[in-house]
């Protein structure tokens, strides 16, 4: 019961900072976002984001991807994040667990998961979740946050999946490590 609890906290902080989080985090997501588009091309796939906030990354994509489909744990992040999905006809919003995802295997081309798994109690198991709704030829993008991760640490969790890390961008300017892996 203790990943629950975990959950539980991550979701309530999030349910309380919702207000300022993009105040707050705007710039430093948008380095993430531009940095993992520089290895991920979108053009017509179904993009999947996984601990979505509120929104700042559909428009980085709604206007390439065929769909996107936001998710995240926290309902206020999520009545935030219905602006910005309002604005594209092709963004909708769910309200799910990273681990359980409501989907059937293989439904996208492109999974990211932003600043998430520092959150999960088991981000080896989210980290398997993920791949199991990414299509066998997708793209699965996380990030690990330096001050949640050693980068030693961060492979360890990256290795310790059936994912292969295509690229990992460990850049000065940025306040985490980026990995494209591939489900094959």
């Known amino acids: 019961m203790a990943g629950w609890k975990d959950k539980r906290r991550a979701m309530q902080r999030y349910d309380l900072t919702a207000d300022m989080y993009e ?4 710039e430093e997501q948008g380095a993430k976002y531009a940095t993992a588009l520089e290895t991920v091309k979108l ?10 906030g509120t929104g700042l990354f559909f428009s980085q ?14 309902r206020k992040l999520l009545l935030k994040a219905n602006s910005a999905a309002k604005r594209a006809s092709n963004v909708y919003l769910l309200q799910a667990d990273a681990d359980y995802l409501p989907f059937n295997a293989g439904s996208f081309e492109a999974v990211f998961a932003f600043t998430l798994l520092q959150n999960m109690p088991k981000p080896k198991e989210t980290l398997e979740e993920l ?25 360890d969790v990256l290795n310790g999946t059936s994912l292969h890390i295509s690229s990992l961008m460990d850049r000065d300017d940025l306040k985490c490590y980026v990995a494209v892996m591939s489900s094959q």
């Open 131 to 155: 791949k199991r709704v990414t299509k066998p030829d997708g793209k699965v993008v996380v990030t690990g946050l330096k001050k949640a991760f050693a980068l030693n640490a961060f492979l």
């Open 61 to 74: 994509v709604a206007s390439c991807a065929s769909i996107v489909v936001g998710i995240d744990i926290s």
């Open 23 to 26: 105040e707050r985090y705007r």
């Open 43 to 52: 053009a017509g796939k179904s993009v999947l984001d996984v601990g979505c």
